[in-house]
């Protein structure tokens, strides 16, 4: 079994990022420059880590038949928090449906990661070995980067969403 403490320490930094920034979202009230730049500065951070987590962490956990189910529904929270952002970018701001969509996506997204911390990594851990490590290490940094350069707030309401 390799040493995993690199990668899961890296992918909590991230989730203590996220949880930095939506505390502050939560201290905000209406339209203002502050909620939409930090709300913008989410978006890419969670666009950008998902997208990374799952080529680094889940592409290689897809192989590893123990882990499949877990891996998947990972993903698949993936997928419903980029739809439930895209929601809150189509929703007025400062309007009272914003606020209560975002305390429904902060608490979802909380207990995605609290989730993964929790009883994914540990599991994960037990299935990796170096050559494993050696592919995350080489595809985190690099990926989340080329991600968020292109990570945009993208509007739609979830009953527009295609599914």
Avoid: C
């Avoid at 997208?51 to 891996?71: G, I, N």
């Avoid at 914003?98 to 902060?106: A, G, I």
């Avoid at 050559?131 to 290490?137: A, E, G, Q, T």
Wanted: no cysteine; glycine share 2%; charged share 45%.
């Amino acid at each position: 079994m390799a040493d995993t403490t690199e990668i899961f320490d890296r992918l909590k930094q991230d989730h203590d990022r996220h949880r930095e920034l939506l505390d502050k979202l939560l201290e905000t009230s209406g339209e203002t420059d502050e909620r939409e730049k930090l709300f913008t500065e989410l978006t890419k951070e969670l666009k950008s880590h998902a997208a990374a987590e799952e080529q680094a962490l889940y592409s290689t956990m897809l192989r590893k038949p123990p882990t499949t189910d877990e891996t998947r529904h990972s993903v698949a929270e993936h997928h419903e928090i980029d739809e439930a952002l895209n929601d809150l970018a189509a929703t007025d701001m400062a309007s009272g449906a914003w606020l209560t969509k975002f305390k429904e996506f902060d608490h979802r997204y909380r207990h995605h990661i609290n989730e993964e911390e929790e009883d994914h990594f540990p599991d994960f851990e037990n299935y990796l070995d170096d050559k494993d490590m050696d592919h995350m290490r080489s595809v985190f940094d690099r990926r989340k980067e080329e991600e968020k350069a292109e990570a945009e707030v993208t509007p739609e309401k979830k009953e527009e969403a295609k599914e």
